[in-house]
């Protein structure tokens, strides 16, 4: 396909043939543009266009698709890798405006999971956040986490039927407290289920993490808990970070969006115990949980 654009540039260079708007299809250029991306790290809108041959507006509407799915950070003038390497680690602030709808749909999702009376994990990660908005509303819940900002949201809003127990440790550009002291005070928590966010998840590498000792930690959280909800929207599928937390098939559960590849679905349905896919056509603005009058 690539050698197929770049003869088709050469072919007319040499026939001094200067022709504009001959299709090109849309995944075409999508892969073209992330091979160039991979290859020198960013690209801008005016060589793309000269190289597909199609306007400078379609080569933005392409970049505004590519960063919504957050395969690349559009910029002014072109576009940067995502995640150029496995131990890149956004902070939470990035990480938080990123495919907001996919998270809530996921994170509510994960909410119709959790009951009255559980003792759950929630790990670090915006999408983790999210889902602790979603339970402040469960009555006798107890909640362990190493995530500051899901702390915070379940402080914001107090009950007196709720204990929530924030680890030490280091903290992470995620806002995640990890490392052996973490590690240690999880290893005195039994739970009835985590809920794991992730980094990214890769098909033999499994789910990753580019800290080493967050992914430690959630490992920790794991092997204390009798069920694994991993949490990941669709942009998540194919990156690598530089840890793997555990491999595809320790997950019981997997909540992910409609985003996801078609490949991606099979690979999970075949790995993890059960696949869930949501949307965010699926639910409306009101609480999931309400307590009975």
Request: proline residues 4%.
């Amino acid at each position: 396909m690539f050698d197929y654009v770049d003869t088709l540039a050469m072919t007319r260079q040499a026939r001094g043939v200067a022709k504009r708007g001959r299709p090109s299809l849309a995944r075409q250029r999508h892969e073209f543009i992330l091979s160039e991306i991979r290859r020198a790290g960013s690209v801008r809108v005016n060589e793309l266009a000269e190289r597909l041959d199609v306007s400078a507006m379609t080569v933005r509407r392409d970049l505004e698709h590519l960063d919504d799915s957050g395969l690349v950070i559009k910029v002014h003038g072109g576009a940067t890798a995502n995640y150029q390497r496995s131990t890149d680690e956004p902070g939470f602030a990035v990480k938080a405006s990123r495919n907001h709808a996919e998270k809530v749909a996921i994170a509510r999702s994960a909410a119709v999971l959790v009951g009255s009376g559980l003792a759950i994990g929630l790990t670090a990660g915006t999408t983790t956040v999210r889902l602790a908005s979603e339970l402040v509303a469960v009555p006798h819940l107890t909640v362990v986490t190493n995530s500051i900002p899901a702390a915070d949201v379940f402080h914001a809003v107090p009950r007196e039927d709720r204990s929530v127990i924030l680890v030490g440790g280091e903290r992470t550009p995620s806002d995640a407290l990890v490392g052996p002291v973490a590690v240690s005070a999880l290893r005195n928590f039994h739970l009835d289920v985590v809920m794991m966010g992730v980094h990214g998840i890769h098909e033999t590498a499994g789910f990753t993490t580019p800290n080493l000792l967050e992914a430690a930690t959630n490992r920790a959280f794991i092997e204390g808990a009798d069920q694994l909800v991993v949490l990941a929207d669709h942009t998540k599928w194919g990156i690598t970070g530089l840890s793997t937390i555990v491999p595809l098939h320790q997950a019981d559960i997997c909540i992910t969006d409609d985003g996801i590849t078609d490949e991606a679905r099979m690979v999970l349905r075949d790995r993890v115990g059960h696949l869930i896919v949501t949307s965010d056509r699926l639910f409306d603005d009101e609480p999931l949980y309400r307590e009975a009058p």
